[in-house]
């Protein structure tokens, strides 16, 4: 293999910094996409403005792609509505309003951060992907199409724009989102294992479960 061909899986500039309040999100080079990226996981959320690339994996959660459409700045969340486990036993959801606190929470606090750092909410797109039903076990509480229909409540109430989404159905997907251009790709992973990407969701309810939520965030004019 040639010197030439070697180098297009080496990075080609310096990483940019994190942005503020974010040295926590795994950042690296992705050598098959050309590209940094930083992979967020359930609970977690990223904003770029220096061309990095957003990567996530979904099952039943929900993550919405922002960005100001204009100058190029934006980010993806991933939340799951919180699910009491005694309630998830007798079939139904409780306390919705709790649920929807978290994700109304992921929600704004991205928005806010994109137009902290510069994005105008009259120029924002939204693309949103997930909400899938992974499990049979899901049959009797479809979290994901509660996902699907929170989302879409929230970008109705707060006069937002979608422009694309690819949700529901049975499997598992991979989301690169690119937020300089609003380019997304989407792979369903149909070998993957279900139940692997089921336990991380179902771990991340569990923590969140047990916490409290951080308190209301309004949205910046």
């Known amino acids: 293999m040639s010197h030439s061909i070697r180098t297009q899986f080496q990075p080609t500039h310096l990483q940019p910094p994190a942005p503020k309040g974010f040295a926590h999100i795994n950042r690296y080079w992705d050598k098959q996409q050309g590209v940094y990226a930083a992979k967020i996981l359930p609970g977690e959320f990223y904003i770029s403005t220096g061309g990095e690339m957003i990567v996530t994996v979904l099952g039943s959660c929900i993550s919405a792609c922002v960005r100001d459409k204009y ?14 486990r005694e309630n998830m036993e007798m079939g139904a959801l409780s ?34 992907f997930g909400g899938g039903k992974v499990l049979e076990s899901m049959n009797k509480i479809d979290i994901g199409k509660k996902n699907i229909d929170f989302v879409h409540q929230f970008i109705e109430n707060e006069s937002l724009q979608l422009i694309a989404e690819d949700v529901g159905g049975l499997y598992p997907r991979k989301v690169l989102y690119f937020p300089d251009t609003g380019s997304v790709k989407v792979r369903k992973l149909k070998t993957i294992r279900n ?27």
């Open 71 to 84: 100058k190029g700045v934006g980010g993806m969340n991933h939340f799951m509505l919180p699910v009491q």
């Open 95 to 128: 306390a919705l309003s709790e649920s929807a606190r978290y994700g109304n929470w992921a929600m704004e606090y991205l928005i806010n951060e994109v137009l902290k750092n510069g994005g105008e909410k009259r120029n924002l797109e939204v693309k949103v």
């Open 195 to 221: 139940d692997v990407v089921f336990e991380r969701e179902r771990t991340y309810e569990r923590v969140i479960n047990t916490k409290p939520a951080q308190g209301d965030i309004e949205l910046f004019d």
